[in-house]
């Protein structure tokens, strides 16, 4: 019997219907500007569409001449209510959103359950938007795929970028990192935080602090695994929620970056 992890956060974070979601996404998608990057990576916000969906759509619109090549998305992203040691998988064979079942890679978790840092737990899945809010505009950008959902909680940078080199894959598999940058800074402030942790990634730096960005553990092993790769960094859109939907005395910052292989 397959176990799907309901959607937990449709309505709230974004739309719950599935005309008004798809409609929703494609238009955020529509509205950013052309892009020549062939990603291999992404980083992408995950606060409600209101405030940081065209921030999001800036990078899952990089896709568009290679999504039907991408057969497999590895999703890591942090967890912000249940507290895990290591990267955990779901145990679940597909996670539900509104526009339908994304089938989770059972082949790609079995590939990583033996190391010590890969864990199982379903509630740390259960109620996590970090995750959830990038699979309507995956489900929107790519014709077919399956979902490898990491929530990752304590771990080294060398323990993300273990799991990456274990999945780094070809061109069939995208990696992304689900990642705000500061909170709840007032706007001027924010707007130097942001500007000095998009220039750590920008120099594939592992060193952000969680102060920088929710995602930072993800962050710093995905900056690991693009310096082994050689990745070249592209930052695609740098705002905040002040910029957005929301007042500037209390801002959360968003990014949006692709990374590219040479050639």
């Not at 992890?5 to 974070?13: E, H, I, S």
Request: aromatic share 6%; with cysteine; net charge negative.
């Amino acid at each position: 019997m397959s176990t799907i992890r309901p959607a937990a956060v449709a309505g709230m974070f974004y739309p719950g219907e599935a005309n008004v979601l798809m409609h929703d996404v494609r238009a955020m998608l529509a509205a950013t500007r052309p892009s020549e990057f062939t990603p291999k990576a992404l980083i992408a916000p995950h606060a409600g569409y209101v405030y940081s969906g065209a921030i999001a759509a800036s990078a899952y619109a990089t896709l568009k001449n290679i999504a039907p090549k991408i057969c497999r998305v590895v999703l890591l992203g942090p967890t912000h209510r249940v507290a895990v040691r290591g990267l955990a998988l779901p145990g679940a064979d597909a996670f539900a959103t509104p526009l339908g079942d994304v089938q989770v890679d059972l082949a790609a978790a079995q590939a990583i359950a033996h190391l010590p840092q890969v864990t199982v737990s379903a509630p740390a899945h259960a109620q996590e938007h970090s995750l959830e809010v990038q699979l309507p505009f995956l489900q929107t950008a790519l014709p077919d795929f399956k979902l490898l959902p990491l929530a990752v909680g304590m771990a080294t940078p060398q323990e993300v970028a273990e799991v990456l080199e274990i999945l780094w894959g070809g061109n069939e598999t995208l990696i992304v990192v689900s990642s705000d940058l500061s909170h709840y800074l007032p706007y001027d402030t924010a707007r130097k935080v942001d500007a000095a942790s998009t220039q750590s990634i920008l120099a594939l730096e592992h060193t952000l602090s969680h102060e920088q960005a929710c995602g930072a553990t993800p962050i710093n092993g995905l900056m690991l695994a693009a310096r082994r790769h050689h990745l070249t960094p592209h930052l695609l859109d740098l705002r905040n929620s002040g910029d957005t939907a929301g007042p500037r005395d209390g801002v959360v910052g968003y990014a949006a970056f692709a990374f590219t292989q040479a050639e």
